[in-house]
């Protein structure tokens, strides 16, 4: 069985560490075996003490961020969780600066792919401070970058600190959420208040797009899915085509086993030639004539190969990106056998 994960996510001072402490007071009634894995960047653990008393294991790792300087040891420690506690459900608190999809990278490591079922991305809004740090950040772009993914690539969004921030700016806020990420629910909380049964059935809105997608290719007309954008909408009254509307606002990902050897130069090649809406792929196989495991990680157009000492992982591959073609690129990676 595998570990559900739900990613909690939000800039700093957001209400995550709340948002957390609700949730584990309720699945404390439950019987359910859970572990928190919080992340803080500095060498103190501020937060985790907040969580000390509800009788999980609270994992920390602390001085970086799991998105980018100690990425590795979160996949380590959650491949030792797992085997360790073999938990129902592991709660991930990211620090306020992670890109969630840097830490979708590390949950994705081959090892531990089938080991987790990514339930969600949970992302917590500060209603009263939103507008000022988008615009204040706008300049600096890394910053800006980060907090818009943190919504973009949500599969559901608190609104929280509702009771800080006036009618008119949270109109403005949810507006831009909307803008940003048309798919995600929006929940207005205060303290990070929500219906946790709500909260935990969030599943990732890739995998509903991809049945909506399906259930677009089986009928004949083409039919417009998700919300469009006042412009596109403005253009449809008058008749006019629209553009697509943003379906893929959510990273995807997926794993293929391999059925056996490939061919080395033939499979080097197919990972230089997947589009670029393939962010990641990574993983182990084993080449024709060749003993060894090789380990492959392909970013940004890289392609790193080496030989892997290690038998026991299996041979697979894993990718992430947004609105992948994955049978094409099955089609294409086995042409390679
Ligand atoms: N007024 C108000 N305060 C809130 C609300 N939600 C949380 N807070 C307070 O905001 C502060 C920060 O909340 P946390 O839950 O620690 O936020 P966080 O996202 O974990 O913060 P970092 O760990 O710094 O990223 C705490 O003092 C909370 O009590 C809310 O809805 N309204």
Same mark, same amino acid.
Do not use: F
């Given at each position: 069985m595998s570990a559900q994960v739900y990613l909690l996510t939000g800039y700093l001072g957001s209400g995550k560490t709340t948002l957390l402490q609700k949730m584990l007071a309720h699945l404390r009634v439950q019987d359910e075996k859970v572990v928190v894995v919080m992340n803080e960047m500095g060498e103190e653990d501020i937060d985790g003490e907040q969580l000390q008393g509800f009788g999980f294991p609270v994992k920390k790792l602390l001085d970086g961020c799991i998105c980018c300087s100690i990425r590795g040891e979160m996949t380590e420690s959650l491949k030792e969780v797992i085997t360790s506690i073999n938990p129902d459900k592991i709660l991930i608190e990211t620090t306020g600066v992670a890109d969630p999809i840097d830490v979708i990278d590390g949950l994705t490591h081959p090892e531990l792919y089938e080991q987790i079922e990514m339930k969600g991305i949970v992302s917590v809004v500060d209603a009263s401070r939103f507008l000022e740090l988008n615009s204040r950040f706008q300049s600096t772009g890394a910053l800006v970058k980060t907090i818009r993914n943190q919504v973009k690539y949500a599969d559901l969004l608190l609104v929280n600190k509702v009771d800080r921030a006036t009618g008119d700016t949270l109109e403005k806020v949810k507006r831009k959420l909307s803008e940003i990420n048309p798919n995600a629910p929006l929940y207005d909380t205060v303290q990070s208040d929500i219906d946790l049964h709500t909260l935990l059935s969030v599943s990732r809105l890739s995998e509903n797009i991809e049945l909506r997608r399906e259930a677009v290719s089986s009928v004949p007309v083409q039919k417009t899915i998700g919300r469009m954008s006042p412009m596109d909408r403005l253009k449809q009254s008058l008749g006019l085509s629209t553009g697509q *509307?943003?379906?893929?606002n959510s990273i995807e990902t997926f794993s293929y086993r391999f059925k056996g050897a490939v061919d080395a130069g033939r499979f080097e090649d197919f990972l230089y030639d997947l589009p670029k809406n393939v962010y990641r792929a990574k993983g182990y196989v084993q080449f024709h004539g060749r003993e060894e495991l090789i380990s492959f990680q392909h970013t940004d157009n890289q392609v790193h190969l080496f030989p892997f000492e290690?038998?026991? *992982?299996?041979?697979v591959a894993v990718f992430i990106g947004e609105g992948m073609n994955r049978d094409k690129i099955i089609t294409d990676l086995e042409s390679c056998y």
């Open positions: *509307p943003s379906l893929y290690n038998h026991g *992982p299996k041979m």
